[in-house]
Every structure is written in C-alpha cells, then in structure tokens.
C-alpha cells in the first residue's frame, strides 16, 4: 500500500521536469513559449509571476476584462447600479412635498416635448405647415375624450409653428384663442375673431360681426395678408346650442382671400355622422384628427416622464402600475390619473401627521386608498346612510342578483334570503309588514323597483343599482362582508 508521502510525491510534477517535456513537438513548445516572435528574451523575463503562460501570449490584443475576476465584475456592476439610484425623497420636507405636487398638477405645463402624441402632433403640424407655405385658409377638427391632451398639443404645435416660420424666414402667423365656455352666446365667436382686425378697414356699422368678417375676406383690399391660427376650444357649445353658427364659422375658411387656419377642439367624436355631410355640402369639410383614449402604459410613460425633473423616487413600481390600469380600463383620462396620484400623495402626508412610521415612499396601499375616492359612486355614500336593516335587505339583493344569477325576483323570496341573512348574523329580523314597508323605502330612494300584485309576497323585485356598488360601499366591514356571502339558490 503506498504512503502518503508517496503519493504526494508523485502528484506534484513540478518538483522534477517531466519526461514527456523532453519529447514535446516544437509547434507546442512555440505555443507554450512567452511572448510573441521577434520579442526579445527581456521583455518575456519581465513578464508577471502570477499570469500564465497562456495569458500572456498575445498580450497586446487580450482585452482587460478578461483578466478580471468574476467577483471583481460583479463589484463594478453593482457599484454602478448603486451609483444609478436617486436619492430618498423626503416626505417630511415641505419643499419636497410641495415640489411633488406641483409636478403632479393638472396645470404644469411639461416644459420638454408633450409624450405619446406624436402622430397626432405630426398630421396637425403638417396641415398648420402647409397652409402657412402655401398661404392658405384651413380648417381642422380635433375631437377625443377628456384628457387626453388635446388642448395641451395644439398649444405645443402652435409654439412649433412659430419657430418654424422664424426658421425659414417666412411671416409669422397670428394666433387667437377662444374658449367657447367663457362666452355669453354662440354669436359672440365673431366678435372675437373681428377684434383682431380692428386696426384695419371696418366694415359698415350696421353689418354684424359675422357679415363684417364675410366682407373683410371676400375683398382683396380688406382682407389681411398675414395667416391667423384661430383655435377654438370647447367647440361641444357651438354644436349643442346652435349648428348654424358651427356652419359659419368653418365657412369662413372657404371665403376668396380668407387666411384663417381654423382648429376646432371638442369631445365630440360622433362629429363626422352628425355635420360632416353638411360641411362637405357646403365645401367647408375639415380633416378631423382623434386622440385616443390614453392606454395604460402611456398613462404610466406620462406620470414618469413629469416626474423626471424630481430628484427622487416617489412612487412604488407597482402602486405607480395599479393606478395605469385602473384608469386606463375606466376612463383613459389623464387628469384623472394626475389625480389620483395626488391624493395619493396626500394620502400618505396624512398618515405621516398622525403616525410616527418612517414611510418614503407612495405604496400600493396608499393608491388603492386614492383611486377607491376617484372612483366612488354618489350611491355608495347613499348606501352607507342607510338603516342597518335595509342596508342587510340591499345586501339580500345583491347575494340574489349575483350568486343565483337571477334578473327579477319577488317579495317573498327576496324575505327568505333576508331572514337567512338574519340568522347568520344573529340579528333578530323584522316581520314581514316592517320588510314590506323597508322595501317601499328603498324603492322611493331608487335602489330597487317593485311591481304591483294583490299578494306583497308576489310583487316583481328589481335592482335598480349596480351590484358593484354594494360591494364597495361594505368593502372592509366585517359585519355586511358576511352578509353578502354566497348563499343557496
């Protein structure tokens, strides 16, 4: 049996040169040698020690990374990772705080580009491009649901145009704004667009403003040379109280020597079905332009991009996601969204006035509390007013609607359920006269609908309200969270 010095002895084939050296080929010893040809013997004796030779042949084209160690990498990776992260945000820090909701506030104005918007920026800016280029009189109809940027970028394209046109040396065109909310009566829209010329020829006095404006671009010598971007905000006014001076406006685009660019903003998209085949009578047609409804990761794109100018992290990752979605799937306004994380915002500065917890940061649960008060129903504070016993009748009505999957029911079985609801709770219920008249109570409040029979067990019971209403105005209450259990059909 061999020894351990032995065995030592033989496992270590540095301590004598080996026999099969002797008989290497001298392609592998050439391979094996130091340094490259034509290096001198010198530069291959101040080699390191501690690199092999493998290492060190080709030195000049090795590159350094190689030579690293996996721990050291994964030191300059983490260090620049660490080095990447924003600071804390300081909720406590009224100068922070206030900064935030600023940030946060329907009326900032980003101060860089307008996100999320790009194509419709570009068809805008392009139509405004080529009427200024061609000088020519246009007309341009932008319609969307609220909040979706659409006053925001023709404000934005409306700056654009006057830098191009400063650019390129070209005149700059005049700009007026109105917003149809703030007049008195539809007609006032002309008297608006007149006073801008009122350092030119007038018309006669007895001519409206309307008449005057026909006149003013329908004769060369009277009309201004000079291209005005006239934007009209809130158009629905124009729409809903009078079509005929929706017609007038757009027609003044179709006057011989008008050079008014005409954009009109409205929430209404059903536009084209309503006035479009009028409009195109008249030869007036304007091109129309839609602004979507945000999606969730353009909400979430716009939230951070407003957010850049902070310093810190503000928002969880996911609290920031959860309030994307849910106004994305409700509505797809971004005012809302703005909203909501502000009072989310303020949800957690409340809680830091009245705890001592150090919270940094926006959590999911400070956003479910936020979009929970954006997204209330007027009815779930009507709910919560009510008497124990019919919110415990509303909740029978739910628990019949949703788990039994039925439409209609009637008086008595809507009884049953409530008694079952009863005993479960340990509630002593009512009789069935006290039921009957809670139920002409709610029905007076229009939270359900009963129909007429000679027998009250046999009256038609509907619900007037949604069953998701129910829900959420007992959301957190043990009590009222068992009676809306599943029962038996």
Known sequence: MPTLRSATASASPAATPSPAAASTPRSVKRRLTPGRAGESPAASRHTSPHRSPHASAGTGCTPKLLSASPKSSRKRLYGDLVAAEKPKWNPRDPAQMRAVKEALHVATVPSCELVCRDNEQRRVFDFCKACVEQEKAGSLYICGCPGTGKTLSVNKIKDSLVRWADEVGMETPDSLAINCTNLSNTSEIFSKILGQFQNRKKGSSKLSPLQQLQSMFSNKETAPRRVMLVIVDEMDYLITRDRAVLHDLFMLTTCPY????????????????????????????????????????????????????????????????????????????????????????????????????????????????????????????????????????????????????????????????????????????????????????????????????????????????????????????????????????
């Open 258 to 489: 008008s050079r008014c660019i005409l954009i009109g903003i409205a929430n209404a998209i059903d536009l084209a079905d309503r006035f479009l085949p009028k409009l195109e009578s008249l030869n007036c047609k304007p091109l129309v332009v839609t602004f979507r409804a945000y999606s969730k990761d353009q909400i979430s794109d716009i939230i951070k991009h407003r957010l850049k100018v902070l310093e810190y992290d503000v928002f969880e990752p996911l609290a920031l996601e959860f309030c994307a979605r849910k106004v994305a799937a409700a509505t797809g306004d971004m005012r809302k969204a703005l909203g909501v994380c502000r009072s989310a915002v303020e949800v957690l500065e409340a809680r830091l006035q009245v705890a001592n917890e150090e919270l940094g940061i926006v959590t999911f649960d400070h956003m479910d509390i936020a979009l929970s008060k954006a997204f209330k129903s007027p009815v779930v504070d009507s709910i919560l007013c009510l008497p124990q016993h019919q919110q415990m009748v509303l909740c029978a009505l739910a628990n019949t609607f949703q788990h039994c999957k039925k439409k209609a029911t009637t008086l008595g079985e809507l009884n049953k359920s409530y008694i079952e609801i009863c005993r479960s709770t340990q509630v002593p219920a009512v009789g069935m006269l006290e039921f009957s008249n809670m139920c002409m109570v709610l029905s007076d409040q229009g939270f359900m609908k009963l129909g007429q029979s000679k027998e009250d067990k046999l009256r038609r019971v509907t619900l007037q309200i949604d069953i998701s209403d129910i829900g959420f105005a007992f959301k957190g209450n043990r009590f009222f969270q068992k009676c809306l259990e599943k029962t038996r059909c």
